[in-house]
């Protein structure tokens, strides 16, 4: 065990710690009725402003990988790439680096970088509020998440998205940020302080003109189904967590999508299962139950029917054009 720049890395097994998605399924959203005049966007601003005010700096960034270690059972994993700040207490996760899986305790100040098909497990063992963002291809998630107590109750999320005027921006420097050499770089962390400037900056402006309003809940539910592909997301538990009803999620699938809401979660996940078919040797069983399937067979099933071809075959092909 061993303490680098206020980040703990302790390499042992992973423990029974329970899955849980940065700003999707297994997290409940803040309901404190004294703030509820106040808009997800606004309780953020205000939580980065109290870490600039109390003299926060970024201190350091850590890489996380996905490519070499197959992610563990039940870890959190999707296909665009997150990065985690923790504003206050100490935010610890597994996560891989030098094709090792490593425990984390991101303290006040440390950034943690995982990119597309990277992995990471969160660990509640210790009180901390985290700013995490979600760059999806359509829109730039932003949740604030915060755990009170040394226990593993579930932390409370608050939830929102980055205006469209702010995601250019945000974007150029995250695309700095993965092309740097985070164990050895000196611009990482000003990178990082800048980008928490650009999110603060942006949910403190004025809301802009609303959109059309189908639009927006399409795609977050979009984005939400990338986080959650591995759990056993259904119709119902989307509409529940949306508070709408089965039939008007079916609805804006087909409306602003084209799409049915079984398919578009089909599509998810036999996208995740062909990276890992092309880069990590799990066997079919473990891919299927990964990606959410409920077993093997219905996997193969819906595998071929998409790609024409088995998952044995379409890893065979990959192999022969690497």
């Known amino acids: 065990m061993k303490r680098e720049s206020g980040l703990l890395h302790t390499l042992t097994l992973f423990g029974n710690a329970k899955p849980v998605s940065f700003i999707g399924l297994l997290y409940p959203l803040a309901s404190n009725p004294s703030r509820a005049l106040d808009s997800p966007a606004t309780l953020i601003a205000q939580a980065l402003q109290g870490f600039f005010n109390s003299g926060g700096e970024v201190a350091r960034v850590f890489g996380s990988q996905g490519t070499l270690t197959p992610p563990q059972p039940l870890a959190?994993?999707?296909?665009?790439?997150?990065?985690?700040?923790t504003l206050s207490g100490t935010d610890s996760m597994w996560a891989e680096q030098e094709g090792r899986a490593l425990l984390l305790h991101a303290h006040k100040g440390n950034a943690v970088l995982i990119p597309a098909h990277g992995w990471n497990r969160p660990v509640w063992s210790k009180p901390f509020t985290t700013l995490n963002?979600?760059?999806?291809?359509?829109?730039?998630?932003?949740s604030l998440v915060t755990h009170t107590r040394e226990s593993p109750a579930e932390p409370i999320a608050i939830k929102t998205t980055l205006p469209e005027s702010a995601e250019q921006t945000t974007r150029h420097l995250l695309q700095a940020l993965l092309l740097l050499d985070l164990s050895n770089s000196r611009a990482a962390c000003p990178l990082v302080q800048a980008l928490l400037h650009a999110i603060f900056e942006a949910l403190?402006?004025?809301a802009p003109t609303p959109r059309r309003r189908a639009a927006g809940?399409?795609?977050?539910?979009?984005?939400?189904?990338?986080?959650?592909?591995?759990?056993?997301?259904?119709r119902e538990s989307v509409a529940r967590h949306y508070r709408l009803s089965p039939n008007h999620v079916s609805r804006l699938f087909k409306r602003e999508g084209m799409v049915s809401f079984n398919?578009?979660?089909n599509y998810v996940r036999i996208n995740r299962a062909k990276y890992l078919l092309k880069s990590h040797r799990q066997t079919i069983?473990?891919?299927?139950?990964?990606?959410?399937?409920?077993?093997a067979s219905y996997f193969c099933r819906v595998?071929?029917?998409?790609?024409?071809?088995?998952?044995g075959e379409y890893r065979e092909t990959a192999r022969e054009k690497a």
């Open 76 to 85: 959190y994993v999707v296909h665009f790439p997150r990065l985690s700040v």
């Open 133 to 142: 963002l979600l760059f999806g291809r359509r829109q730039i998630g932003v």
């Open 204 to 206: 403190s402006m004025p």
């Open 217 to 234: 809940v399409y795609e977050g539910i979009c984005m939400y189904l990338q986080e959650n592909y591995a759990f056993p997301v259904t």
């Open 263 to 265: 398919d578009y979660v």
């Open 285 to 295: 069983d473990e891919i299927s139950a990964a990606c959410g399937f409920r077993d």
């Open 303 to 311: 595998f071929k029917r998409k790609t024409r071809q088995t998952p």
